[in-house]
């Protein structure tokens, strides 16, 4: 379904493209509109009415709550409403069949599943829906009156199925008047082929030795595989989620939108705080902002501080999946946030090498909670990272994967933007049409072989799409 929708892309974007840059400027939100909501149909169709009561009952909600602003009740009492449609589609589309389980456990019972599928992005367009209505409670923004509008920021197709999640802040001025500029249509495509060189060169080709390691049976594998197989994990789900953002962004800057950066450099991180920091930086600050500050914050001492960061973490781990090892995981770093908090911060600070070990150490232990949702098959692969077992079958996927592992490992870090800049820096001084011939060869190839890749792959997962 996913891979399909991202095929129907490519067909459908140049063909899309030249309709909404014909379009005069006040018709630009409705092609754009109409747009992704082809596109979410194609792959969602049977979900096309879910979207559409989305945009309608939000859009109410904000003109309603701006109405009522003077009268707090009514106004609070109509944001609960828009959060409750909004949480109330998400847990029943994502959480029932996990409560169902889990009651029938407790209770020994035998009830039914409900036989639904996800559907896509919903994660992230909630999010991005309810955050309006709020800012709209708090002032922070006057309602959007044109449906059209409205529908546009919710519906943008490039980061609808997967982020980043775009506040209506982010974007107000751009939904009602934008400039379409040559520079920054040039920008966005280009960062739209590394974004999708990311996903599909990177991501598809190191995910495939985390699925050696899987096929293997974790019973079978020594310890040096176990670390190589979730280092591989750790970068297929960085390229995966960051190259879909990159590309979002770029596809943002090519329809004139500027969306926020998603992905810092997360793995050159010294601490597990510094780390969710740069990573997924839209969905941080969105619990920031309308979980961990309305709650107090750090405003009223540690032992509420903590409190206020064990919500947020469940919450995390819970938005990531209806399983408890997404729940283990938010909790984990909660518990390596709250000791980071508690002193050892201090420490990472003064020594450096012992910091960035021990961030891409637990790190590996955190993706490893993430990416084994069965608690037998995690023991067992637990077992394998703490218990030495020896092997040397590890030595043959290194042979067939090491140069996978080694892109990854470069692009991953800061080190990998500076090279680039310098090399482009030395070859602009000598001739800068040559520079603008190297990039755009550079940039070609690599669009002409990711879409070969897509076309022709087998192995071409989306991991964030199921979130």
Known sequence: MVFSSILFLFRFLPMGLICYYLTPRKYKNL????????????????YFLIMITSILVDYSAGIAIYRYKEHKKKGISILCLSIVFNLGILFIFKYVNFFINNINIIFSLALSKVNITLPLGISFYTFQTMSYSIDVYKGRIKPEINI??????????????????????????????????????????????????RKV???????????????????????PFAYVGILAFSLQIYFDFS????????????????????????????????????WHITLGSWFKEYVYIPLGG????????????????ALTGLWHGASFN???????????????????????????????IYT?????????????????????????????????????YLRNYGISLCIGIFFSMPMSSKFYLKIENMITMKSEIAMEIIKTIILMSIFIISVAYLVDATYNPFLYFRF
Not at 203 to 222: Q, R
Not at 267 to 275: K, L, Q, T, V, W
Not at 299 to 312: A, C, E, P, S, Y
Not at 361 to 390: H, P, Q, R
């Open 201 to 223: 060169l990177i991501a598809n080709n190191i995910g495939m030795l985390w699925s050696e390691v899987e096929n293997t049976g974790f019973n079978n594998i020594s310890t």
């Open 148 to 197: 059209i509008n409205f529908a546009t920021f919710v519906t943008l197709f490039p980061q609808l199925i997967a982020g980043p999640i775009v506040k209506y802040t982010d974007i107000q001025n751009e939904i009602k008047a934008r400039n379409i500029e040559k520079d920054k249509v040039q920008e966005g495509i280009e960062k739209f082929i590394l974004g999708l060189g």
């Open 360 to 396: 891409i150490f637990f790190l590996l232990i955190g993706w490893t909670v993430f990416a084994i949702t069965d608690f037998e098959s995690m023991k067992v692969f637990f077992s394998k990272l703490f218990i030495y077992n020896n092997g040397t079958e590890y030595i043959y």
């Open 326 to 356: 997404f729940i283990i995981w938010g909790l984990l770093f909660f518990s390596l946030i709250c000791i980071e908090k508690l002193g050892l911060i201090r420490v990472l600070n003064k020594y450096k090498v012992f910091s960035h």
């Open 243 to 278: 190259g879909y953002s990159l590309m979002a962004r770029g596809l943002g800057q090519i329809l004139g939108f500027n969306f926020p950066r998603n992905f810092n450099y997360p793995y050159a991180s010294r601490s597990i705080s510094e780390f969710w920091r740069r």
């Open 298 to 313: 750090n405003r009223n001492g540690k032992f509420r501080t903590i409190i206020n960061l064990f919500v947020v973490w």
């Open 31 to 46: 092609v754009l509109t109409i747009l992704s909501l082809i596109f979410y149909s194609w792959g969602e169709g049977k």
